[in-house]
């Protein structure tokens, strides 16, 4: 680092998600000034507008949305779901609609190399990162409990917060569930069980996607903590076209132009600029932060940023899930909490790992008849509606709801020569190449579909359900969980960042999310992305504010 | 199902457009499949959002009050044809052209009014206007675009909303989604179901 630490330092942040903003809120807070960019609307928060439109007026009007054509993928192989129906541009990001679950990635999945044979080792540990869980778990005000969960793994401090209660439908298959060995246990989520950091509790809503009281952790809260210190500024439907380097290779700015530029009510400049900052940190999500470096050539760098080695783009990772769901005769009424939870991490790291993945099993009391399905696997709500001409037909239909319980296996993958993000043939609103991914399953993926179907059959047996099904092999999502094509590395050839997210070979510029995730991954990822982002912002305020970097490059050894 | 004479057309149109369906190459398949949704889920009609005459939400509310069955709390349905009137572009010119369509079939029944009607007739009505299932959609879509829409923006939008409402307290689940329920209820049976048992309207 070869600031001086003279004036006061400036970083410019792409993306307004979860780990975006962790960085904004801790770099403001050591006295940085950040701008930071989202080529999405802003969005009111606590979610009390959405939630009036969607909720209780079911008139959703479109100002939540980023201008078409500025959010696209296209997608080949065989991933049968809508990558475009998993990416959310808008302030906050993914984060201000999430699920919100938070569990720590185990510590043998950053070791599957050295462990099982496949994906790479991190060039962090779960050891090293411990304490970064921690302060991810209490940024977000994480709920949880470790005292019924004999898989989770070794912690310094317990959850910020008490967890919430299993459903009374996962008592009653857990007691089922239990002779045969298997295991429910409650899920660690951002959500607040009592108040919690001037957020309110939860008091089960059930429409967490628009949380109208903010009990639901949304990056808008420290986003708008972090604006009021006046050191950072958030531009919505603002987009960044380019990472501009200096003479010496350094990054200096970034290309921005307002997203609606070209409308007749744009309302704003319609200049595209340049935006100087010290360093440069992108925070887009594992698809558009890739595309972002591909489309910043610059000389020595022809064919993108940080992409010497060719491994920008590549590594892409999802997880897979497969979705199935049980019938019982008793009615079991599940559903009734909009957050999450029953699941079980008894199959994280099975034996047999390495001819296939480690299995997250969520057997979260929800109904079977979800509002909105990533893949067509059964009969949907609309399936129901269209053939309904009245409320009675409507009952009918929905009725065994009440026998059904979802089960859901959350897969873990590997990086491999079908799984990659490139520059598509497509543009964007300004004409830039959109992100193309070709995602294809390979041997191992079917591999982990079999132990899946295994496992299945095990809960079937044991749960004594009467009927159970499960989707088919080819029939998975990603579960929005998009990995590993900006993957972490102590050497430049085997990736595109160091450990600490800054791209080998380009002084001031970093990436940050989940696209670092060096190889793979068992369970939801935000807490981990959330942990990287927390240690890089430190690292980074260290170097910024003293101008001595803060830890030795491990990819120089 | 009873085999009736148009039964047995549609089924022959059916058999007709699958063996040609198979006769096509891909690219062409694709198109043909991408024209008859476009048919069976045709777009709103252009038209300014704006206040909903009281006359048309009279209509609505007759309308709601059939599909449902019997009386209920209109007032969710209400806010929701008030609220997509004002603020989604052709929703208003929908329920205009919905309104026309009810009163003419009311009238030919010698009617004055669709909202006069007793509940069984406006349901028969609705069921012979806008009939459900994706067949009699893509036919509509074909015959009269209005009438696939009144399916889609109207009855379908009216079920939804009981489904994600009424339909809870119906089925027992208790209340809905939307309403502070707590975090102590989930964690129990439903209120008067004890342990459990089978569901009143399942037959498994």
Known sequence: MSTPATATPTVAIVGSGIVGTAIAHALAARGVEVDVFEKGPAYPYPHREPFRERVTLRTPRPLYRAPAGLCAVSTGGDYPASLRAEIDCVEGGMASRWEALCPRQPPADFRTRSLYG????????????????DRAER??????????????????RPYPQPPFALAWDD???????????????TTPQARNRAPYDGRRACVNY???????????????????????????????????????????????????????????????????????????????????????????????????LGNRSGHVGRNLIFHHLWLGRLRFHQALYPGRFGGWTGQSDQFLDPEGRGRHGGVKVELSSRQAYATWEPVKVWETPGDVLAASATADDVDRALAPAAHWR????????????????????????????????????DDFDRETYRFCRGLFERYRDAAGAEDALLADEGTYYSGFHHMGTCRMSEREADGVTDALGRV?????????????????????????????????????????????????????? | ?????????????????????????????????????????????AGAPGALPEADLALLLATADALLGGPRDLAPYRRMF???????????????????????????EGATSFVTLPVQRRQEILSDLCPPGRLARLRTGLTDPDRTRFRLYVVREVLDLYAATGAWRTLEFGPPPGLPRGLDAYTRPPAGRGSGGSSPLTTP
């Open chain 1, 118 to 133: 496949f994906g790479a080792d991190w060039p962090v540990s779960y050891e090293e990162l411990e304490p970064w869980f």
């Open chain 1, 139 to 156: 940024l977000l005000g994480v709920a949880g409990t470790d005292a019924d969960n004999p898989f989770a793994p070794p912690r310094s």
């Open chain 1, 171 to 185: 008592r009653w298959l857990a007691e089922r569930l239990a002779p045969a060995g298997l295991l429910i246990h």
């Open chain 1, 206 to 304: 059930g429409t967490c996607a628009v949380c109208p009281i903010g009990a639901r952790y949304s990056p808008q809260h420290h986003l708008e903590r972090a604006v009021a210190t006046g050191r950072v500024r958030v531009h919505t439907d603002t987009a960044v076209r380019r990472v501009v380097l200096d003479h010496s290779g350094r990054a200096r700015a970034l290309v921005v132009r307002p997203a609606r530029s070209g409308e007749p009510d744009a309302g704003r400049s319609q200049r595209e600029r340049e935006h100087p900052a010290d360093h440069v940190i992108v925070a887009a999500g594992a698809l558009e932060s890739p595309r972002l470096l591909l489309l910043s050539t610059a000389p020595g760098h022809p064919d993108g």
């Open chain 1, 406 to 441: 979802p089960i859901t296996f959350h897969a873990e993958t590997r990086p491999g020569p079908g799984k990659r993000l490139e520059l598509g043939e497509g543009r964007d609103r300004f004409g830039d190449p959109i992100a193309h991914v070709h995602y294809e399953l």
């Open chain 1, 504 to 557: 080998h070979g380009v002084p001031g510029l970093s990436v940050a999310g989940g696209a670092l995730f060096a190889g793979s991954s068992t369970v939801n990822p935000t807490l981990t992305m959330v942990a990287l982002a927390l240690r890089q912002a430190d690292a980074l305020a260290h170097e910024l504010v003293s101008g001595v970097p803060h830890a030795p490059d491990r990819s120089s050894r």
């Open chain 2, 1 to 45: 199902m009873e085999i009736t004479r148009r039964n047995a057309l549609i089924g022959a149109a059916a058999g007709v457009g699958l063996v040609g369906l198979a006769g096509l190459g891909l690219h062409e398949r694709r198109a043909l499949v991408g024209r008859l949704r476009t048919v069976a889920t045709p777009a709103l009609p």
């Open chain 2, 82 to 108: 008030e609220a997509r009137s004002r603020s989604l572009p052709g929703y208003r010119e929908l329920y205009r052209r919905l309104g026309r369509a009810l009163e003419r079939r009311a009238a030919r």
